[in-house]
């Protein structure tokens, strides 16, 4: 037992890979596929949209996201490192229910940003640390 674990830690990054598959992938086990817990949702202004078009916009902006995070809808938001848009880790278990979300926030309302939509979920490898008990 004392050396599955190291072995079980170096396959985790390619378990994740795996589990990145499609349910429908071969090779991929039925009921092999994370539940999402999350959606990830990344924006980025739209090409051609200038800071400009976005001015008017930031104060209700800035309100409604505020609004959004107070009733539990967005958990945590972050600026891209590269200064190229926003990331939101929105508490959704859909990517339809995180647009439905998304969707209310005026720069979204303007067709100012496009928007990736990204379901997440527990790496599931990790149940394989846990034991038998924990895999069932």
């Known amino acids: 037992m004392k050396f599955m674990i190291p072995i079980l830690i170096a396959l985790l990054p390619v378990a994740s890979v795996a589990q990145s598959q499609s349910a429908d992938a071969p090779g991929v086990p039925s009921g092999a596929m994370p539940k999402a817990t999350e959606v990830l949702v990344i924006q980025t202004p739209r090409q051609g949209v200038t ?18 995070y107070l009733n539990g809808k967005i958990r945590q ?19 339809d229910e995180a647009r439905t979300i998304i969707e209310t926030l005026p720069l979204a309302k303007e067709h100012l940003w496009d928007t990736e939509y990204i379901p997440v979920g527990p790496l599931m490898p990790l149940r394989a640390l846990m034991g038998r008990e924990a895999q069932q």
């Open 51 to 68: 800071f400009q078009q976005f001015t008017p916009f930031m104060p209700a902006e800035i309100r409604a996201t505020v609004t959004l």
């Open 77 to 95: 938001w972050y600026s891209r490192g590269d200064g190229k848009g926003v990331i939101f880790l929105v508490d959704a278990k859909t990517e």
